[in-house]
Nanobody, 121 residues
Framework: QVQLVESGGGLVQPGGSLRLSCAAS????????MGWYRQAPGKERELVAR???????NYADSVKGRFTISRDNAKNTVYLQMSNPKPEDTAVYYC???????????????WGQGTLVTVSS
């Protein structure tokens, strides 16, 4: 069974930095798009950043210039480098990936369990 395991969340001060990681484990044949979403209390889940298998990226306007998404295809891992975070970035961050488990299967969208990021002094 495929799963996404996130790590790196926690408390960070405004203006600091934090890096989130998310690794796909289990039966993974191929990984297509990967991304990070977040959900703040009382708000809907929103896209933070996405990256294709070829390395093309797109970001939410609110994080452009501050957050950087990257991936290591050999490790089936996606990262989110958070620089100059703000209190409004406080949320549960979820990893997302389109994964093909075998050569005979179709892509399936998988979600991580979420990791809490709190930006506060």
């Amino acid at each position: 069974q495929v799963q996404l395991v996130e790590s790196g969340g926690g408390l960070v001060q405004p203006g600091g930095s934090l890096r989130l990681s998310c690794a796909a484990s289990g039966s993974v044949f191929r990984v297509n798009n990967m991304g990070w979403y977040r959900q703040a209390p009382g708000k809907e889940r929103e896209l933070v950043a996405r990256i294709t298998s070829g390395g093309n990226t797109n970001y939410a306007d609110s994080v452009k210039g501050r957050f950087t998404i990257s991936r290591d295809n050999a490790k089936n891992t996606v990262y989110l480098q958070m620089s100059n975070p703000k209190p409004e970035d406080t949320a549960v961050y979820y990893c997302n990936a389109d994964i093909q488990e075998s050569v005979l299967s179709t892509y399936r969208q998988i979600w991580g369990q979420g990791t809490l990021v709190t930006v506060s002094s």
